[in-house]
């Protein structure tokens, strides 16, 4: 046989998956419609947590505690870029839509991974972006929307990728930028801003969703003649900081939007005297107008680093003979709140510790205000050791909560600590220059003496209001595992330095099934199904906050944790 004869048939067989590839036919692009969004189907993942409700769902149960030891991954997609990968993958009728660090986002067919096309977010040199993360799209109509790092709302054709629309919202000169999915409701396009580390006025805003025109914004630190500004003292309110750094969650019967805010800052206690409205709160906002019609504060004049940018997700529990429309949150102060929404308010219904937690020394049983330990508190030129840790007992990364075993999961960071040195003198505000008021070198983070674990996942039944089992991570490994649960009786998750993607029995916590993947995973997990095909798909790309605590337990631990950057898109099916 010749050279050329061996070569042909070889270079065939190279090229076979990409004529395989050129032959799929694309999807046909369906619009995501109002009626489709408040009520998604259950083969799709229509938005960030599958529904407005924020409770990360997913009704299918091909995939189940029988058969989910038989997953394997069916097709991966490598993102080309590094960082922290956290956005799920979105899917409308066969068609995935993700982004990744550095606003690219992709469109993939779901049933094979083909790339269907691809935007990237072209930048100026200067661009600043503290947190090299995107946390998903959103899908209305014919379009898809993007929150960019460089505080744009970007408009793309779901269907070619090719941008309709640009809007500036914010000055990243100054650190504002966007790292959250945007939130669609009542045609308008809702963001709201990152950078609260650097003296900005966080605030969320809302754009029209087919022109691109600022709607409304509305600032999370009231201004002078507005309810709250009395909390603040002197010109501290602009540069207060609160971000708010994840999409908000949606109550159509209430024609209410719930986000989560920032802390504020400088964080030394007395560089930021009074309650800080609406610093470390949920705060009700309508869709149309941007008004804030109520807010619940979790914690007051926060200076140990606990943003509650988490919103509560909407949940319906049964206390003392009724039902109640509850806000259920997981707080990073280490309390699981429980909240009743209302048309006029929020109220207070019960919080519990979920982790150990020793800053707060009561909780007024009528409005849910903490009282605290001050010696605990941060100030400016003294330090402070505290528990949990300033990463919280959780942080970001979503709880979710089974609608048929009635279980509410967390992705939990237990017995873990931090200590804080609050800067000799705090500097002037400088837009775009870091205004935090600590010394970052001098922070630590470590366990408790005598931890047996750090990372874990608890269930917790809302209406009794105790815990039902707890899955330890082996290996004093960490959580940042955002978690997906399923009809077919199952909580997934990654998050821990051991690179696994893991499958949980929903009522009993027992370890079923897991996978090493390229990275570690922090990204939302979603679930969706192709011709009759259950599939569970993730991101797996380590970085930002999960890859800054391990170099933090790395020094306190004397340990030498090390896990690989690079993002790829995983898709599982059972075989």
């Given at each position: 046989?010749?050279?050329?004869?061996?070569?042909?048939?070889?270079?065939?067989?190279?090229?076979?998956?990409?004529?395989?590839?050129?032959?799929?036919?694309?999807?046909?692009?369906?619009?995501?419609?109002?009626?489709?969004?408040?009520?998604?189907?259950?083969?799709?993942?229509?938005?960030?947590?599958?529904?407005?409700?924020?409770?990360?769902?997913?009704?299918?149960?091909?995939?189940?505690?029988?058969?989910?030891?038989?997953?394997?991954?069916?097709?991966?997609?490598?993102?080309?870029?590094?960082?922290?990968?956290?956005?799920?993958?979105?899917?409308?009728?066969?068609?995935?839509?993700?982004?990744?660090?550095?606003?690219?986002?992709?469109?993939?067919?779901?049933?094979?991974?083909?790339?269907?096309?691809?935007?990237?977010?072209?930048?100026?040199?200067?661009?600043?972006?503290?947190?090299?993360?995107?946390?998903?799209?959103?899908?209305?109509?014919?379009?898809?929307?993007?929150?960019?790092?460089?505080?744009?709302?970007?408009?793309?054709?779901?269907?070619?990728?090719k941008m309709v629309w640009e809007t500036k919202l914010g000055e990243n000169k100054a650190n504002y930028y966007f790292t959250l999915a945007p939130l669609i409701a009542k045609g308008k396009v809702m963001v709201g801003s990152s950078g609260g580390e650097?003296?900005?006025?966080?605030?969320?805003?809302?754009?029209?969703?087919?022109?691109?025109?600022?709607?409304?914004?509305?600032?999370?630190?009231?201004?002078?003649?507005?309810?709250?500004?009395?909390?603040?003292?002197?010109?501290?309110?602009?540069?207060?900081?609160?971000?708010?750094?994840?999409?908000?969650?949606?109550?159509?019967?209430?024609?209410?939007?719930?986000?989560?805010?920032?802390?504020?800052?400088?964080?030394?206690?007395?560089?930021?005297?009074?309650?800080?409205?609406?610093?470390?709160?949920?705060?009700?906002?309508?869709?149309?107008?941007?008004?804030?019609?109520?807010?619940?504060?979790?914690?007051?004049?926060?200076?140990?680093?606990?943003?509650?940018?988490?919103?509560?997700?909407?949940?319906?529990?049964?206390?003392?003979?009724?039902?109640?429309?509850?806000?259920?949150?997981?707080?990073?102060?280490?309390?699981?709140?429980?909240?009743?929404?209302?048309?006029?308010?929020?109220?207070?219904?019960?919080?519990?510790?979920?982790?150990?937690?020793?800053?707060?020394?009561?909780?007024?049983?009528?409005?849910?205000?903490?009282?605290?330990?001050?010696?605990?508190?941060?100030?400016?030129?003294?330090?402070?050791?505290?528990?949990?840790?300033?990463?919280?007992?959780?942080?970001?990364?979503?709880?979710?909560?089974?609608?048929?075993?009635?279980?509410?999961?967390?992705?939990?960071?237990?017995?873990?600590?931090?200590?804080?040195?609050?800067?000799?003198?705090?500097?002037?505000?400088?837009?775009?220059?870091?205004?935090?008021?600590?010394?970052?070198?001098?922070?630590?983070?470590?366990?408790?003496?005598?931890?047996?674990?750090?990372?874990?996942?608890?269930?917790?039944?809302?209406?009794?209001?105790?815990?039902?089992?707890?899955?330890?991570?082996?290996?004093?490994?960490?959580?940042?595992?955002?978690?997906?649960?399923?009809?077919?009786?199952?909580?997934?998750?990654?998050?821990?330095?051991?690179?696994?993607?893991?499958?949980?029995?929903?009522?009993?916590?027992?370890?079923?099934?897991?996978?090493?993947?390229?990275?570690?995973?922090?990204?939302?997990?979603?679930?969706?199904?192709?011709?009759?095909?259950?599939?569970?798909?993730?991101?797996?790309?380590?970085?930002?906050?999960?890859?800054?605590?391990?170099a933090r337990l790395n020094g306190s631990m004397k340990t030498n944790v090390s896990v690989p950057q690079g993002g790829v898109v995983w898709v599982f099916a059972v075989k």
């Amino acid at each position: 046989m010749t050279l050329l004869n061996k070569v042909v048939p070889a270079l065939a067989a190279l090229l076979l998956p990409l004529a395989v590839q050129a032959q799929q036919k694309t999807p046909e692009y369906t619009p995501v419609t109002e009626a489709r969004l408040l009520k998604p189907e259950a083969h799709n993942w229509l938005m960030l947590r599958g529904n407005y409700n924020g409770q990360g769902y997913s009704p299918l149960d091909k995939i189940n505690t029988t058969n989910v030891k038989r997953l394997v991954p069916v097709w991966s997609y490598s993102t080309g870029q590094l960082e922290g990968h956290q956005a799920p993958p979105l899917v409308n009728n066969g068609i995935m839509f993700i982004t990744t660090p550095r606003n690219q986002v992709l469109a993939l067919n779901a049933k094979t991974g083909a790339l269907i096309w691809r935007y990237q977010r072209e930048f100026a040199e200067d661009v600043s972006h503290p947190h090299p993360t995107s946390r998903g799209v959103a899908l209305f109509n014919d379009k898809v929307y993007l929150a960019t790092m460089d505080a744009f709302v970007v408009c793309l054709d779901a269907r070619t990728g090719k941008m309709v629309w640009e809007t500036k919202l914010g000055e990243n000169k100054a650190n504002y930028y966007f790292t959250l999915a945007p939130l669609i409701a009542k045609g308008k396009v809702m963001v709201g801003s990152s950078g609260g580390e650097y003296g900005i006025r966080g605030f969320i805003a809302a754009v029209d969703a087919e022109t691109g025109k600022e709607a409304w914004r509305t600032y999370m630190i009231p201004g002078p003649g507005e309810p709250g500004h009395e909390t603040w003292q002197g010109d501290q309110w602009k540069t207060g900081g609160v971000s708010v750094w994840v999409t908000g969650h949606y109550d159509p019967k209430l024609n209410l939007t719930y986000w989560g805010t920032g802390n504020a800052g400088p964080w030394p206690s007395d560089a930021h005297p009074g309650d800080n409205l609406y610093a470390t709160s949920v705060v009700a906002i309508e869709p149309e107008t941007g008004k804030i019609r109520s807010h619940h504060q979790y914690h007051w004049n926060d200076n140990w680093d606990w943003d509650e940018v988490s919103p509560p997700l909407l949940i319906d529990i049964k206390r003392a003979g009724r039902t109640i429309p509850a806000l259920v949150h997981p707080a990073r102060n280490g309390y699981l709140w429980m909240l009743e929404r209302k048309q006029d308010g929020i109220g207070f219904v019960d919080a519990k510790a979920y982790v150990k937690q020793n800053v707060f020394t009561a909780i007024d049983p009528k409005t849910g205000r903490p009282s605290y330990d001050m010696d605990k508190r941060l100030l400016v030129g003294k330090t402070t050791t505290f528990c949990p840790s300033h990463w919280g007992g959780k942080d970001w990364p979503p709880a979710a909560f089974n609608p048929k075993t009635n279980l509410l999961y967390i992705p939990a960071h237990e017995n873990l600590c931090s200590t804080l040195v609050g800067e000799a003198k705090i500097a002037a505000y400088a837009p775009g220059k870091r205004y935090v008021g600590t010394e970052a070198a001098k922070t630590r983070v470590f366990p408790q003496e005598g931890a047996k674990n750090i990372g874990e996942v608890q269930a917790w039944d809302l209406n009794s209001g105790k815990r039902v089992w707890t899955y330890p991570f082996p290996d004093m490994n960490i959580n940042w595992g955002p978690l997906l649960t399923t009809a077919g009786g199952l909580v997934f998750g990654g998050g821990s330095a051991d690179r696994k993607f893991r499958a949980l029995d929903a009522r009993s916590g027992k370890l079923l099934w897991e996978f090493v993947t390229n990275s570690g995973i922090t990204a939302v997990p979603s679930s969706y199904m192709v011709d009759g095909v259950q599939y569970i798909a993730v991101q797996s790309g380590w970085g930002v906050d999960a890859q800054k605590m391990v170099a933090r337990l790395n020094g306190s631990m004397k340990t030498n944790v090390s896990v690989p950057q690079g993002g790829v898109v995983w898709v599982f099916a059972v075989k």
